[in-house]
């Protein structure tokens, strides 16, 4: 079978998630390393990661300060859940999209989660910014529930954050057929991904970097009033 594109990342998914995954819920909860390293690391990798091409594609589980710190110092220190790096010609490995993740059981914790989403479009901004992308992916993962944004850089001042789609993917193998209903939004992410991110050339562009929001008025937009 000669399959091409987002249906042989679909089925490539299907396949690590049956060699991965428990048969049925194990009984416990998971915790925020488990839903990252179990979970999270062989979906997103099995629907992202691309080897055989040139500009080689991989996503990672991160512990690390992001890469763009390394470019410019003034940037923020902070440690990202996961990171897709993409190899450009001339330039290495450049961070393309981030990841944040939080156990399912934070998810009544508002403030929480809504500074889970202000940090990747942070991370995307700057990695736009350091790189002189157009576009970053960035993934939100509350559980098992996987949403997906794209950030884009519209003019000097502006980046405009989009929600691409929002899904619950399966954690054991008896919950796989329940994804079968999305089959076709999974693939337009993917097909959106390949044409405004991993196809995206780096742009010639000398404007001036503005400062991103930092800490204490992150702090004060999402605090619970």
């Not at 091409?4 to 396949?15: F, L, M, P, S, T």
């Not at 488990?34 to 992202?48: A, N």
């Amino acid at each position: 079978m000669n399959l091409q594109g987002a249906e042989k990342d679909i089925v490539k998914y299907i396949r690590r998630m049956v060699e991965s995954f428990p048969y049925s819920d194990l009984g416990e909860v998971t915790t925020e390393y488990e839903l990252r390293s179990r979970y999270i690391l062989p979906t997103l990798q099995s629907l992202f990661d691309d080897m055989d091409d040139e500009n080689l594609v991989v996503f990672k589980i991160s512990n690390e300060n992001n890469q763009e710190r390394k470019k410019q110092f003034n940037i923020s220190h902070s440690r990202p859940d996961g990171q897709f790096r993409q190899k450009k010609e001339n330039e290495g490995l450049v961070t393309i999209g981030y990841l944040e993740a939080k156990a399912e059981s934070r998810i009544n914790s508002k403030e929480s989660c809504m500074k889970d989403l202000v940090r990747p479009g942070i991370f995307g901004k700057n990695t736009i910014d350091i790189y002189k992308l157009n576009s970053a992916l960035l993934v939100q993962a509350i559980g098992p529930n996987l949403t997906f944004y794209m950030l884009q850089k519209k003019s000097n001042d502006v980046y405009a954050m989009v929600e691409l789609d929002s899904f619950n993917f399966p954690m054991n193998i008896s919950q796989i057929p329940a994804i079968f209903g999305y089959f076709n939004r999974l693939a337009d992410i993917l097909a959106i991904f390949r044409k405004y991110v991993k196809c995206q050339c780096i742009v010639n562009d000398n404007s001036v970097i503005r400062k991103t929001l930092r800490s204490p008025v992150i702090r004060s937009l999402t605090i619970k009033k």
